[in-house]
């Protein structure tokens, strides 16, 4: 049971955020660079919405009001958040492509991990998550080296 719940439902869920993730890559590189990228963005969005809301009842009770009662100033910040994310990866991947995810993702595990989850959230963490928090930063360094010598 500590496999299932520790290990591998993480990773499953990984799994999907990683598909989803190529998805919306390809459909910025190949589309997103229109001639409003913003709009492009936008739309993506509400199919993005629909989407939550269409399969919001297999996650829990469906009450509406009482959510944005409670929650409203995080939904708003998440709002937030996801039209920031949206808009980084619409210039990022139309203007210099997919491959430039891994600037992303190490900027993200600074900004998500260490600043939100260690320092905002006080979130546990241990020497094998600093070496790979070091590894990935040493990654980036090499990733934007090899861009340099092409």
Do not use: D
Request: hydrophobic share 55%.
């Amino acid at each position: 049971m500590y496999l299932m719940k520790h290990v591998i439902l993480p990773v499953v869920f990984a799994l999907i955020a990683a598909v989803g993730n190529a998805f919306f890559a390809l459909a910025q590189k190949k589309g997103g660079a229109s001639e409003n990228g913003l709009l492009f963005v936008g739309l993506s969005a509400l199919i993005s919405f629909g989407f939550a809301v269409l399969f919001s009842p297999l996650a829990g009770g469906v009450h509406i009001g009482q959510l944005v009662k409670s929650n409203g100033k995080y939904i708003l910040l998440s709002g937030g958040g996801l039209f920031l994310t949206y808009l980084g990866f619409n210039l990022l991947y139309s203007k210099f492509g997919v491959s430039q995810y891994v600037l992303y993702a190490v900027i993200s595990i600074i900004t998500t991990t260490l600043i939100v989850g260690v320092w905002w959230l006080k979130e546990p963490m241990n020497i094998f998550h600093k070496v790979a928090i070091c590894l990935s930063v040493l990654a980036v360094l090499f990733f934007s080296y090899g861009q340099s010598r092409l």
